[in-house]
Structure formats: C-alpha cells, structure tokens
C-alpha cells in the first residue's frame, strides 16, 4: 500500500490523525525491539544467574528496590543465594555476597572485571579527567590512585593512627550510651555514621572528631554524602538507566547542576579539609599521599628520550639521574636511576645512524624502554648501587679519615658516576612552574618535567649550558618519534588532510634555534643523520652577523 499517496487523499484533520498513528507504532516498535535486546543476558552456556520475581516493563527491577535498596538486596540475597542478578533499567547489574567468589572475580580475574559503567556524575563530572578508584575504567590513572590507596592503607601507615581510631571508637560508644539515656530512644543510623565521619577526619585528615550531629561541619559532610548516592542512583541519573527519558536531562539542566554541585559545595569543602590535614600536627594519610603522589607518575620513556636528546645535540651520552621513590621501606626516600646503559646506547646511536631502518629504530627504543623499566623498579625496591656505594664512602670518611681511600673511590669511573650532568625528576605542578629542578654540577641540565594527559610539560635550567637548544632538539625528537610510530600505523600511509593539519601543526609549534651535534652541513659524506633533517624543511633562524667580501683590482 502506498501510505503516502493515502495521507494525501486525507483532510488535515485525518492527516495529523494517521502521521501520529503511525509515528507511534513505529516508535514503540523501536522501544519493544530495544527492550528485548537490552534483556539479552548472555551466560556462554553457564548456568543460569537467578533474577528475583516481579520485573517491570522497561524499569526491571528498579521499583523494587524501595527506600532502602541494601534491605531487598539482603532480602534477595536469602531467597536466590549468593549469586543473582537485576535488571537496573537497560542495565544488568549482578550482586555478589560470597567472599570468595568476589576474590576469584575481581582478583584472580581482575583484568576481565575492572571495567565501570558510564554514569554520568561518576566517570563525566566528579571523575573528570579520569580522577579517582571508584567510577573511573583500569588504566594507568586508576593503576596509580589505587596503589596510593593501597599504600595509605597498609598495615604500617595505620600502624601510627591506632590512637585516633580508639579516642573517636570510645567517643562514639559513649556518646550513643549517653544520647539514648538522655532522649530515651534515638536512631542509631545518625550516631554510627558520626563516628565514621569521625574515623576519616581523625585518620585521613589529622582532624579532631566532630562532637555531634548538630555539628555543621557533620551536616555539610552528611549533605555531600547523601548528594553523592543521589546523583548515581536511578532517581538522580536516570538517563543512564532508562535512556529514553535522556530528554529530561536538557529541560531540567542535570549536567549543569551538578557541575555546580561539584564546583561550589563538594570540592571547596575537601579541598579545605585537605588544607587542614596538611596544616596539622597530627599524622594523617593526606600527608602520606603527599609524599609518594609525584612517585606515581615516574614515566620511563622521560628518561629515555632525555639522553636522546642530549646524544643528538653533543653527541655523546652523560651520566644521567632520575630518583626513584623508596616508600616501600620505613623511612625510605630515594634511590638513584642511572639510564645511560647498553640499551640506551645501542638505541641513540641506531637513531641517529642513517644506515639504520626506522623498525631498527622503533626495536631499539622499545628494547631501551623495556631495560630502564626492570631498572626503575629495582631501584624503587632499593636494588640500585648508588645510595649504597655512596654510605660506604660516608663510613669510610667517618671512620678513616687520614687514610687512603679504597681504589674504587678514586676510579675514574667514580667520579664520572658522581658528576651528573643530566639530572632530571617528576615534578609537581607549582615546582615547574617556578623553576622546575636544578642542575647538580655547573656544566649540567636540571630537567623538570610533568606527564598530562594530552602531553608532557618540560622545564630545563643550566648555569652555563644552552637550555633552549636543547628543549628545541628535544621536541624535535618526540615529533621524529611520532612520525615513526604512525607510519608503522599506517604502513600505507596518511590521508593528504590529515598530513597537511601535521605539517601546519609544526610549522605553528617548532622554531629550531642552532643546529645539532650531527648537522655538519655535509649530508652526503656523514655515517649520522641529523633529525631536524628528517622534518624541518623551513628555514632556521639566522645566528650571527653575515660577513660580505668584496674582490679589489689589488
């Protein structure tokens, strides 16, 4: 039938009529045919999960759940087992209440069970930018703010907080004895929760514990706490569960509220409990977290394409140092990483070598990354020989003094070891802005530097050496590096757009000042191969003054 000769045969009236009909058939058609999909739960020929009776419509098991979901989840959790599964709107969600089937799944096959739900509180607006454990996939971000957690939380950094749990343990029994004398019955929930508050106040941030639930300091915590459950539950980001009600989020602004939520009450109240912690004298976890979070971000490749750097600009490898963090021990500091190794040798030299293939090059730097990466952390677990060769001295000094020293503190080798001519380190974000890291030895590069995540942020300081030269080599470098690695990508190559938007790009964004160590002018005869002749086709700037000579009749 032609439906479309039809509706035209029609008055107005009758048109509107049919265009609706037909709009909602088709409409609900889609709906039922996304319901059915989105109920598909595939078990891979397992066993079949049980799901509690009563499902609605579309909702599935979210009316349910009542005022106080935790109730019915114990409640299904008596009538189904161990192990059973809802339906959250167009979401699965499985609960787990057997300890070591919850270790099995989420330890032993951890790397199967770490993805997270896109909620849109959770992982877009107070995880933005991939911060924090909870709401935020596996990647390196949610690697590093789990190890800082599990650091935190280790047996030896609560070893020095048992005083504080016990004051606010004993504070809290006593004040749930005294108020429910005092009022005859109270609700437990309000007291309990109190004393928790008062744990984390007393442990993380070094603060006394709050007196009670009149407290304005409890009831703005309580206020963000009970916004937080809000904004990820079914009510709050409904969208999320139920995506054909995804209109309502634009007519009631969900996104811009809770920015707003965000921004103006939860982060300016922990951002002034953490300036709290760090202000007092008792010892808390933020002040723990402040020592090993720049530790967490030690990046390998830094170091390597530092030495490269170099290499390219004066030809020669120079003792290098990047600290390594040793809070694992008690006490512990730091341990130094020394990277100029074979590896590293073999790759800058297979770089710069014109004989040299780029998959060449691409081996030799995954090879050299590969080596300072096992380097990095056996140092870190304090295996490195710097810190130990450096006490014998100090001993020897202490205990010998008008003696000799042992030959291996006067060994060439020595003194190269203990003339640092490229010291670099992670640095945080108010460090590299006023003067990055220094050098140790006056003829050396102090390299300061911090990983983001669209890039890395370089600071290099020198008394006597040309810092600019070398952060011009150095992004030189790294673009040299992309290169390569997008046309082992892209073995048959790149769209004419896309290659024209990367030569505009470094033509915006690189100025080459001098020339490198291998720029001799002399191409044709040189075994080495200077990068900046690989992609800078522009003109450098002119150094110096021009000199004309005129020829004379003399």
């Known amino acids: 039938m032609d439906i479309q000769a039809l509706i035209q045969k029609l008055d107005k009236k009758q048109t509107t009529l049919l265009s609706t009909a037909i709009l909602t058939v088709a409409t609900t058609w889609l709906i039922r045919r996304a319901i059915k999909k989105s109920k598909e739960f595939k078990t891979l020929g397992a066993k079949e999960i049980p799901t509690p009776k009563g499902e609605y419509f579309y909702l599935g098991h979210l009316p349910l759940l009542g005022k106080y979901p935790s109730l019915k989840v114990t409640e299904w959790h008596r009538e189904l087992g161990p192990i059973f599964r809802i339906k959250a709107g167009v979401q699965n969600w499985v609960f787990i209440g057997d300890p070591e089937a919850a270790h099995e799944i989420f330890v032993s096959k951890g790397s199967i069970s770490s993805g997270r739900p896109y909620l849109t509180y959770g992982n877009g607006i107070h995880g ?237 730097l995954r090879t050299a990354l590969k080596y300072h990466t096992k380097l990095t952390k056996e140092c870190s677990m304090g295996l490195g020989q710097d810190r130990h060769l450096y006490a014998l001295e100090c001993v020897w000094d202490r205990l010998h003094k008008d003696k000799k020293k042992p030959k291996i503190f006067t060994d060439k080798g020595w003194k190269i070891l203990n003339h640092t001519v490229i010291s670099t380190s992670n640095c945080g974000n108010p460090a590299l802005r006023l003067f990055g890291f220094g050098p140790v030895v006056s003829d050396g590069f102090g390299i300061g530097y911090i990983i983001k995540e669209d890039g890395i942020a370089f600071v290099a300081s020198s008394k006597h050496r040309q810092t600019q030269r070398f952060l011009d080599t150095l992004q030189v470098y790294l673009m040299e590096i992309k290169k390569l690695l997008v046309s082992e990508k892209y073995p048959s190559g790149i769209s004419s757009r896309q290659r024209a938007l990367e030569l505009e790009e470094q033509e915006s964004k690189m100025d080459n000042n001098g020339y490198s160590y291998f720029d001799n002018g002399n191409s044709s005869e040189s075994e080495h191969s200077s990068i900046s002749n690989g992609i800078m086709s522009h003109q450098r700037k002119r150094i110096g003054k021009r000199l004309i000579l005129h020829a004379t009749d003399d």
């Open 128 to 364: 933005e930018g991939h911060r924090g454990i909870a709401f935020i996939d596996y990647d390196k971000s949610w690697k590093n703010a789990r190890t800082a957690s599990l650091n935190m939380l280790s047996p030896k950094s609560i070893d020095g907080l048992h005083e504080a749990i016990e004051r606010e343990t004993e504070y809290g029994v006593n004040l749930l004895i005294t108020e429910s004398h005092k009022q005859g019955s109270i609700n437990p929930v309000d007291y309990t929760r109190l004393t928790a508050i008062n744990f984390v106040l007393s442990t993380v941030f070094g603060i006394k514990g709050i007196q009670h639930i009149e407290d304005p300091l409890y009831k703005e915590i309580v206020h963000t706490m009970e916004r937080h459950v809000e904004n990820i539950s079914a009510v709050g980001d409904i969208s999320a569960y139920l995506p054909i009600l995804s209109f309502l989020d634009v007519i009631f602004r969900k996104e811009r509220n809770l920015k707003k939520f965000v921004e103006k009450e939860h982060r300016p109240l922990y951002r002034r409990l953490t300036k709290m912690a760090r202000e007092s004298d008792q010892p808390n976890l933020v002040k723990k977290l402040d020592e090993i979070k720049d530790s967490l971000d030690i990046d390998e490749e830094n170091i390597v394409i530092l030495g490269t750097a170099y290499y390219g600009l004066y030809g020669k490898s120079e003792c290098t140092y990047e600290p390594a963090m040793t809070k694992t021990f008690f006490h512990g500091r730091t341990e130094a990483i020394r990277s100029v190794s074979d590896a590293s040798v073999d790759f800058v030299t297979t770089f710069f070598s014109k004989k040299s293939s780029n998959q060449e090059k691409l081996d030799r």
